[in-house]
């Protein structure tokens, strides 16, 4: 996004248009060992960015920090307001949403009420199990837009695995959240699963701004705007995904010199 750049694409709610994820000299320490050193990001709404690298390159710290659980200097905003050093429960009220590598559901309740809780729904523990009159809109639209209409009475605990990732999305969307960090979202997931993850991210981040940390080089090659390659806490290479791949160092860190046969990025790991 630029300054001079004012063409919007069709559909696109005006609300998100200045929710941008901005992160300049981003540094995270921990007992005098730099597990971030002075990272630089920008990414914007509809461009879907996967934050790859080995094991110890600091892409979960990296979301920590953005959401509050780590500690960090350095500057990070979204949408204007700056994330590090603030709270996380602030973090989360100005738009900020994250997943983590097993979905944080409620399993012992049903679709429709995880969704009712995390809008923060008035409706008192007591009346969650009284029939409705009807369903929020937003709740509705988060329904149809991680494909679990038609599974809104079931039990989250009974959900496939893949449901339950779609479901804490949806819990974030419901929540207006504008800026979505996902970690690992389809590790665990059947080959239909990570396809229809692929198309719901696209969905979602047509609007929002989302940062994918993965490690599933296929995945990644199907779905990625573009991707930021880490290494030992820094930016190893930033683009598409031809040009990451592409690139010599990203070879090197990942396989060694000489071994270019196998894809790059097979590393797991923070």
Same mark, same amino acid.
């Not at 700056?82 to 900020?96: C, D, F, M, Q």
């Not at 049903?110 to 009712?116: A, E, I």
């Not at 290479?237 to 010599?248: I, K, N, R, T, Y």
């Given at each position: 996004?630029?300054?001079?750049?004012?063409?919007?694409?069709?559909?696109?709610?005006?609300?998100?248009?200045?929710?941008?994820?901005?992160?300049?000299?981003?540094?995270?320490?921990? !007992?005098?060992?730099?597990?971030?050193?002075?990272?630089?990001?920008?990414?914007?709404?509809?461009?879907?960015?996967?934050?790859?690298?080995?094991?110890?390159? /600091?892409?979960?710290?990296?979301?920590?920090?953005?959401?509050?659980?780590?500690?960090?200097?350095?500057?990070?905003?979204?949408?204007?307001?700056?994330?590090?050093?603030?709270?996380?429960?602030?973090?989360?009220?100005? /738009?900020?949403?994250?997943?983590?590598? =097993?979905?944080?559901?409620?399993?012992?309740?049903?679709?429709?009420?995880?969704? !009712?809780?995390?809008?923060?729904?008035?409706?008192?523990?007591?009346?969650?199990?009284?029939?409705?009159? /009807? =369903?929020?809109?937003?709740?509705?639209?988060?329904?149809? =837009?991680?494909?679990?209409?038609?599974?809104?009475? &079931?039990?989250?605990?009974?959900?496939?695995?893949?449901?339950?990732?779609?479901?804490?999305?949806?819990?974030?969307?419901?929540?207006?959240?504008?800026?979505?960090?996902?970690?690992?979202?389809?590790?665990?997931?059947?080959?239909?699963?990570?396809?229809?993850?692929?198309?719901?991210? &696209?969905?979602? /981040?047509?609007?929002?701004?989302? %940062?994918?940390?993965?490690? !599933?080089?296929?995945?990644?090659?199907?779905?990625?705007?573009?991707?930021?390659?880490?290494?030992?806490?820094?930016?190893?290479?930033?683009?598409?995904?031809?040009?990451?791949?592409?690139?010599?160092?990203?070879?090197? %860190?990942?396989?060694?010199?000489?071994?270019?046969?196998?894809?790059?990025?097979?590393?797991?790991?923070?």
């Amino acid at each position: 996004m630029t300054d001079t750049d004012t063409t919007e694409p069709e559909g696109t709610d005006q609300r998100f248009r200045h929710d941008y994820l901005e992160v300049r000299g981003l540094r995270v320490e921990f !007992d005098g060992f730099v597990a971030v050193g002075g990272v630089d990001l920008t990414v914007t709404p509809g461009d879907l960015r996967f934050l790859i690298g080995p094991n110890g390159a /600091g892409k979960t710290t990296i979301v920590d920090a953005l959401t509050g659980l780590a500690p960090a200097t350095g500057s990070a905003q979204f949408g204007g307001v700056e994330l590090v050093g603030n709270k996380v429960h602030r973090i989360a009220r100005s /738009g900020v949403g994250r997943t983590f590598q =097993t979905a944080s559901v409620f399993d012992e309740l049903t679709v429709l009420q995880n969704l !009712d809780i995390a809008a923060g729904s008035r409706r008192g523990p007591g009346t969650l199990q009284r029939k409705r009159s /009807g =369903t929020p809109p937003a709740v509705e639209e988060a329904l149809e =837009t991680i494909g679990l209409a038609g599974a809104r009475d &079931r039990l989250a605990g009974v959900l496939a695995h893949g449901q339950k990732q779609w479901l804490e999305i949806g819990m974030l969307l419901v929540q207006d959240a504008r800026l979505l960090l996902l970690d690992e979202p389809v590790a665990g997931m059947s080959h239909a699963e990570r396809e229809e993850t692929g198309q719901l991210l &696209r969905r979602i /981040g047509a609007e929002r701004t989302v %940062v994918v940390v993965e490690h !599933d080089m296929e995945f990644l090659r199907s779905f990625a705007s573009s991707v930021t390659v880490l290494h030992q806490g820094r930016v190893l290479s930033e683009g598409s995904v031809a040009h990451v791949q592409a690139d010599p160092r990203v070879v090197e %860190v990942y396989l060694g010199s000489g071994s270019r046969g196998r894809a790059v990025g097979a590393g797991t790991g923070s």
